[in-house]
């Protein structure tokens, strides 16, 4: 069977990165090759823009700017990291890819859908993932998980996404929940609001439908 390209997308807080790794060693249990990986970054390149990206320093970015940054890190990490996994039959997980752009760039920062599109027509010749799970919750339940921005900023780690108020990640989520309507072949929707065992047993369910691992 051919590899999969799974994206794992949903707010800051949603459980994208909890789920990715233990979907991973689900099927590393199930004997499948798996590569895990995330944008913005993946690549040293992506990496460094990644930084810049999320750096608080540049407290406004131009959004047309912070679009851009995104999918040059994503161009990059098609071409160095997905698609050679790929053709070598490895299977990829990645934590956020276009439709995180679409939602926050595009829904949240109000740049123009058809102008994205072009981008991403440019970038990455429209490349989509073969399924996406989207990790939906309500944003004042995501706000209040572990890595908190809170918590981070007690911490001294807060990023440019952090300052945003809630109005615009309830935005986003609204935007993330449409682009699963207009595309209910590829999207499965994962009601993360639980706790994280209610939210791994719907997500065991959905990877075993994209997947066919050994029975352990
Ligand atoms: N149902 C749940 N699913 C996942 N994580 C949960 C859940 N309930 C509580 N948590 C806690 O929420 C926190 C955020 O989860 P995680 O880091 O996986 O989110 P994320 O979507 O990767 O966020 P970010 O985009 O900020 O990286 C973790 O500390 C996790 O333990
Ligand atoms: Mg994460």
Redo the contacts with the bound molecule.
């Keep these: 069977m051919a590899a999969s390209f799974i994206t794992f997308e949903?707010?800051?807080?949603?459980?994208?990165?909890?789920?990715l790794k233990r979907a991973a060693e689900w099927m590393r249990a199930g004997g499948l090759e798996v590569r895990c990986t995330h944008e913005p970054g993946g690549t040293p390149l992506g990496d460094a823009i990644r930084g810049l990206f999320l750096d608080p320093r540049w407290e406004s970015v131009e959004p047309r700017v912070e679009a851009l940054l995104v999918f040059a890190s994503r161009r990059q990490h098609l071409h160095e990291l997905v698609e050679p996994a790929l053709r070598a039959g490895v299977n990829v997980l990645c934590?956020r890819f276009t439709d995180s752009s679409l939602a926050y760039q595009g829904i949240g920062r109000g740049l123009a859908r058809p102008w994205l599109e072009e981008l991403d027509r440019l970038a990455t010749d429209g490349r989509r993932p073969d399924r996406t799970l989207l990790?939906d919750l309500p944003a004042e339940t995501a706000r209040g998980?572990?890595?908190s921005p809170k918590r981070r900023q007690r911490e001294g780690g807060l990023d440019r996404f952090d300052a945003l108020d809630l109005a615009f990640y309830r935005r986003v989520r609204d935007g993330f929940l449409d682009l699963a309507r207009d595309d209910p072949e590829r999207f499965l929707i994962i009601d993360?609001s639980?706790?994280?065992e209610?939210?791994w047993a719907q997500v065991e369910v959905a990877m075993g439908q994209i997947v066919k691992v050994r029975a352990s």
């Design positions: 949903g707010l800051d807080g949603s459980g994208k990165s909890t789920h934590d990790f998980r572990g890595q993360s639980g706790d994280v209610s939210t």
